[in-house]
């Protein structure tokens, strides 16, 4: 076995491992490899704080700046989404051929960098313009992340490794709600910005100085150095053919349309119907979703992978399982005379929804060959993206605006309602992805 710091050793035979291209291939100590998933996680925290920080900031940035709901809904949606989705796929095909350890580094410096001219915004447009830009450094983040874990982690334990590194997700969310609110309660929206983006800056010179890029397909064995990149037109082609990856695209975009929009826009909700303030908000959502839904993530990847051994089709039936028990208590939140109510029914929620995490992404990397792993990634996440992440918080901004004549302060509740049902509709398709997913496995060849 190697050093922590993953130098090339010995295989546990005695015996040096050669690659497929007649050189010594390195061997990565198992705490290396727990050190590479944990940096990339830490990485992804960053990516969703400086995402979902803005959530908490809405209110006030809407009085400052005196914005409707559908203005909102953009920049938080499909501003975002658009250049994230679609710029994930070309960044997605340069981690296929050069280092991703390098391509981390530089999107993160790059949205970090923007977060903080966030903070610097003095009008609606430069704000969105700033937003624009954390899209563009996110874009590259989780697809190369995805394809570095799929190369470190054998398939058998993939889908735990990618739980935890979806715990980004929530901690995410967690310090972003809490710094957002705290921070805005006390020094205004624009500092918060601030203080979450530097950090970013500093963690990106720490990922490229301490994680080495792993040779392609290492935890299955390597890649032949001749091996050709495929084209972004063969990678939708593999993957769109298999019946199995279209069904988990879709659940998994109605999955984010439904989830984006609730995330964006829960604190404005408590915030109009039940009169919380800022900080308030912040302090209860910040562990219910940060810790449930950081519990749900990795439980999931963790049972998926001990459920997935005796038969593959576990990792969609929990992902289904997931939204049709935590679907009902979902729409008790919206239902609730009392603030204290509606948080309460919300936890169980995202506990629950949130274990489709790993059995998704680790499906979606076993259903590509080892060359199409980053641009696989990029695929789904294009998908789901535009779809959840571009319409979900725009969706539910224009429905509040066309229900305000009616339902006055109280139409950004019956917008979040309306939504929630979808998550029926995408547990169906989980339900369908597991019917051929044993038979799309297996067609895979590197």
């Known amino acids: 076995m190697s050093d922590p710091e993953g130098t090339p050793s010995q295989s546990a035979s005695g015996e040096d491992d050669i690659s497929p291209g007649g050189e010594q291939a390195p061997v990565y100590s198992k705490p290396y490899v727990r050190y590479v998933v944990g940096i990339l996680t830490v990485i992804y925290v960053f990516n969703f704080i400086d995402r979902q920080i803005l959530s908490i900031l809405l209110p006030s940035i809407k009085a400052e700046f005196e914005l409707s709901d559908t203005a909102l809904g953009f920049l938080t949606g499909f501003a975002f989404a658009a250049f994230y989705a679609t ?33 610097m915004a003095g009008s609606y447009l430069q704000l969105l313009v700033a937003r624009i830009g954390v899209g563009i450094g996110e874009a590259g983040g989780s697809p190369s992340s995805h394809s570095l874990i799929a190369d470190y982690v054998p398939v058998e334990g993939r889908s735990t490794a990618l739980g935890i590194y979806s715990l980004g997700v929530s901690i995410g969310i967690l310090f972003g709600f809490l710094a957002g609110g705290w921070l805005d309660e006390f020094f205004g929206w624009r500092t918060a910005f601030l203080v979450v983006g530097i950090p970013g800056v500093i963690l990106a010179v720490i990922m490229r100085l301490t994680v080495k890029e792993p040779p392609r397909g290492y935890s299955e064995g390597g890649l032949p150095d001749d091996s050709e990149q495929p084209g972004m037109r063969e990678v939708f082609r593999h993957l769109w053919s298999q019946r199995s990856f279209r069904h988990i695209a879709f ?53 998926a992978d001990k459920l997935g051994k005796r038969d593959i089709r576990w990792q969609m039936w929990i992902s289904a399982a997931g939204l049709f028990i935590g679907a009902p208590f979902a729409l008790g939140v919206y239902l609730s005379p009392d ?38 990634a990029a695929v789904l996440l294009f998908i789901t993206n535009i779809i959840g992440l571009g319409l979900g918080p725009q969706v539910v901004g224009i429905i509040s605006d066309l229900l305000k004549s009616e339902f006055g302060i109280h139409s950004l509740r019956y917008a979040l309602l309306s939504v929630t049902v979808l998550y029926i509709w995408s547990g169906v398709h989980y339900l369908l992805a597991a019917k051929t997913l044993k038979v799309d496995l297996a067609r895979v060849t590197n």
């Open 87 to 119: 710029l994930g796929m070309p960044i997605a095909r340069l981690a296929d051929k050069h280092s991703r350890v390098t391509i981390i580094s530089i999107c993160l410096t790059i949205w970090s960098a923007m977060t903080v001219l966030c903070g």
């Open 251 to 303: 659940g998994s975009a109605l999955h984010a349309f439904v989830g984006y929009g609730v995330i964006q826009w829960m604190p404005s909700f408590l915030h109009r119907s039940h009169g919380m303030e800022t900080w308030e908000i912040a302090s209860w959502l910040a562990p219910i979703i940060g810790i449930g839904g950081g519990i749900g993530s990795v439980f999931g990847g963790m049972l």
């Open 339 to 376: 603030p204290y109510t509606a948080l309460a029914y919300f936890v169980l929620p995202t506990i629950i929804i949130a274990v489709y995490h790993g059995p998704v992404y680790a499906m979606t990397q076993g259903l590509a060959p080892v060359r199409m792993r980053a641009m696989a």
